[in-house]
């Protein structure tokens, strides 16, 4: 017989929240009409949240477990792209039915997040509907330090972690029968995307501006000069050097068009990388950040005076044009 709603919540939620009072200053988890928080002093709160629609975000096809992890990843990540830390998350969920392999599935894949990230799930509704999964997350900050995308600086050197465009090079292979270990990779990165919690907090007073990338590094690229032009009241632009750009092995091994490596990697979007800015005086800290964490940071270009983003290649500049993923303006 499938459950309830009520036996639902019990079932599968409880047990990812916190069972006593604790240190993650939950005074009151599930269970009540609302749930009871205390904030840290001399700290401010962030707060997110993102949907993931069957269909739009994630295909029938994709695993529960998947489904799980990427609706509190992707969380996570825009936690990590304020420098902040990830403390507690509501989950909303609408379901076609009640079917308990399905919520298990999809509880396990939150768990394997749960065990790198204490953050504790303190609330939540449960409805019927359209699979559709929302999650709401708060993390904290210290007072003022909080990375922002307005925050772009003429003369700044941008970064970015690890290697954009795998996700959308794994997209691109979600219908083919994967045949090697590259393949599989790519997937990986499209289903499981690794939020950047730590590196985000380490950049704290170090990084200018930051973004995750969700839309594609273009488009939140643009993101971030839209918002830094207006907040600073000054034209800005960037310079991205192509010879610079990261493709790795498996995009190299898997993608054999140089230019459409280069679209999955300046327009797809899905990677959750950050996307950063510091002044080049900080160019061995990051380095030194880059060995720490054993993750992948690479100078891509540059903050400049001329509003606009642009690729450079063999001394010659040109436009970049923005895309990326728009739910309501598709554009390639
Ligand atoms: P109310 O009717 O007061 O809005 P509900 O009956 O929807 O409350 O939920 C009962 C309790 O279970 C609440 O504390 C709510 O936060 C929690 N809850 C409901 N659905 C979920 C979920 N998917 N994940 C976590 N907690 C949930
Ligand atoms: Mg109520």
Redesign the pocket.
């Known amino acids: 017989m499938s459950e309830s709603e009520f036996d639902i ?1 019990h079932h599968y ?1 409880t047990d990812l929240s916190p069972a006593v009072t604790d240190v993650r200053s939950v005074v009151l988890g ?4 609302a ?1 009871i928080v205390q904030p840290a002093q001399d700290q401010q709160l962030l707060i997110a949240i993102d949907t993931l629609n069957c269909g739009v975000h994630f295909s029938e096809q994709c695993s529960p477990a998947d489904i799980g992890y990427k609706a509190l990843a992707v969380n996570l990540s825009d936690i990590a792209a304020m420098g902040g830390e990830p403390l507690w998350f ?4 609408s379901l076609p039915e009640s079917d308990p392999q399905w919520l298990a599935e999809f509880c396990s894949g939150m768990r394997e997040l749960l065990q790198q990230y204490p953050v504790s ?1 303190i ?4 409805t019927r509907g359209p699979l559709s999964i929302t999650i709401q997350i708060a993390g904290q900050v210290p007072a003022t330090a909080a990375l922002r995308r307005d925050q772009l600086s003429i003369g700044d050197d941008l970064y970015i972690t690890g290697n954009p465009g795998e996700a959308a090079a794994g997209l691109a292979l979600s219908d083919t029968v994967i045949v090697n270990e590259q393949q599989r990779q790519l997937l990986q990165r499209l289903h499981r995307p690794e939020p950047r919690v730590a590196l985000g907090q380490a950049l704290r007073g170090i990084a200018h501006a930051c973004i995750d990338v969700s839309d594609g590094l273009s488009a939140d690229l643009s993101h971030m000069l839209n918002a830094s032009a207006e907040h600073q009241a000054q034209p800005t632009g960037a310079c991205l050097f192509a010879e610079s750009l990261p493709v790795s092995a498996a995009l190299q091994d898997t993608v054999s068009s140089i230019t459409q490596q280069r679209e999955y990697i300046l327009h797809g979007g899905d990677d959750y990388e950050l996307c950063f800015s510091a002044a080049p005086e900080q160019k061995q800290v990051i380095e030194a950040l880059a060995m720490q964490y054993g993750l992948a940071i690479t100078c891509i270009g540059q903050v400049i005076a001329e509003p606009g983003l642009f690729l450079q290649e063999n001394q010659q500049r040109q436009p970049i044009t923005p895309a990326g993923f728009d739910h309501f303006r598709y554009y390639p």
Do not use: N, Q
Request: aromatic letters at 6%; charged letters at 20%; glycine letters at 18%.
């Open positions: 919540i939620f599930i269970g009540d009409d749930a509501t989950l909303a969920l799930l609330g939540g509704d449960t």
